[in-house]
């Protein structure tokens, strides 16, 4: 138990989610428990994680989100186990937000993407079709962001776009998409900054510069592709080129990652396979699912044309997963290691009053936002 690793998970103590600070103690060895001097609250080793307060072991836990992660169906867990089959659906409620917290935190950061790509998948449920929208970068592998929506309209694209655009650097950057129309809308509308002048009212706001958007039409005849479009909507070719020879390598415009990239959700997640008889009960069971398998992909998968030349070890290469590509981790996560991954709360903010702050106000100002 080292407290110089940890943080207060209390949402209303300033010192929460910093650590290092010297406000971390021990309370009790035994029970795993730390102590906040500042708010005088005590919490475990598992507080904010998917292992809080289970009845369970960790590692049975572990086992079946695993297996839930890999495309096993939960009435097969039900079977082998002997567990409820709303326990079950709880820990899967449970691992889908803590991927999501985890993804938001480590992954939706600005990096240099240089060409990202972006696909829909039909999903059936239960009573209609939603809707699920991805996006990946292309160079590391690394899926991005994912939407849900009921239908495949501009708001479902939008959203999906703007959190791209949470992971974006300002650098020269390239979108490859089908040929759904509400992509460049939805790209035109996001990448934009304002322009500051200094003359009061909203400022205008200015595209940016070299941002190029390709789209691959495929033409079909009784279920077959006869026919590929390449199309370069915004941009250069040879911008265009330039980027996707940087990311890809050989090839041409293309929109086979992502493709792969919902071939691997399709067979984790049985509500997406073709021609199943799985259904989705709700938006938001389907929603948890996305993010869980998609934050094991990034995190604990390794991804074989990721592999690395190391040359002070003597295999031919070493396995790298798209987190690992990316720089966001150093090494493959275990299953584990990505349910008790502890995502600090957002920072305290000193709250707006009037006049001339308190003496104590003013000393939780100084040592925990200034």
């Not at 009435?75 to 089959?85: N, P, R, T």
């Not at 950057?173 to 900054?193: H, K, M, N, Q, W």
Request: aromatic share 8%.
């Amino acid at each position: 138990m080292d407290p110089a690793t940890v943080f207060c998970p209390n949402l209303v103590c300033p010192a929460r989610g910093q650590t290092g600070q010297g406000n971390i103690g021990i309370h009790s060895r035994k029970d795993k428990r730390f102590i906040c001097t500042q708010c005088r609250k005590t919490f475990t080793t598992t507080k904010g994680t998917v292992l809080y307060r289970l009845r369970t072991s960790a590692e049975l836990v572990v086992i079946v989100v695993t297996l839930l992660a890999h495309g096993c169906p939960l009435q097969a867990i039900v079977a082998a186990f002997g567990f409820d089959e709303r326990t079950v659906a709880a820990w899967w409620a449970r691992a889908g937000r803590q991927g999501q917290a985890v993804q938001e935190h480590l992954v939706e950061q600005p990096r240099d993407l240089g060409q990202v790509q972006a696909d829909e998948i039909r999903v059936k449920r239960q009573g209609g079709i939603v809707w699920m929208a991805l996006a990946m970068m292309v160079k590391t592998r690394l899926w991005l962001a994912g939407e849900v929506s009921e239908h495949r309209d501009l708001p479902l694209i939008r959203r999906l776009i703007e959190r791209v655009y949470a992971c974006a650097l300002h650098r020269p950057l390239l979108f490859c998409t089908d040929g759904l129309c509400s992509y460049l809308r939805a790209i035109r509308e996001t990448f934009r900054d304002p322009v500051r002048t200094g003359v009061q009212g909203r400022p205008r706001l200015r595209p940016w510069r070299n941002l190029c958007i390709a789209q691959v039409v495929k033409r079909y005849a009784q279920r077959r592709v006869v026919k590929v479009e390449r199309r370069i909507v915004d941009g250069t070719p040879a911008r265009v080129e330039t980027l996707r020879h940087r990311s890809q390598g050989r090839g041409v415009i293309n929109t086979a990652y992502i493709e792969r990239l919902n071939a691997t959700f399709r067979e984790r997640l049985a509500s997406l396979t073709r021609r199943g008889r799985a259904l989705a009960r709700r938006t938001l069971t389907l929603r948890h699912g996305m993010y869980l398998i998609g934050t094991i992909y990034n995190f604990c998968t390794p991804h074989e044309s990721l592999r690395s030349a190391d040359p002070a070890a003597s295999v031919a290469g070493v396995e790298r997963t798209p987190a690992m590509a990316a720089g966001i981790t150093d090494h493959c996560w275990t299953v584990r290691e990505l349910l008790s991954f502890h995502v600090p709360p957002p920072r305290w903010i000193p709250p707006r009053q009037r006049g001339r702050p308190s003496r104590r106000l003013q000393r939780l100002v100084d040592r925990w936002y200034s």
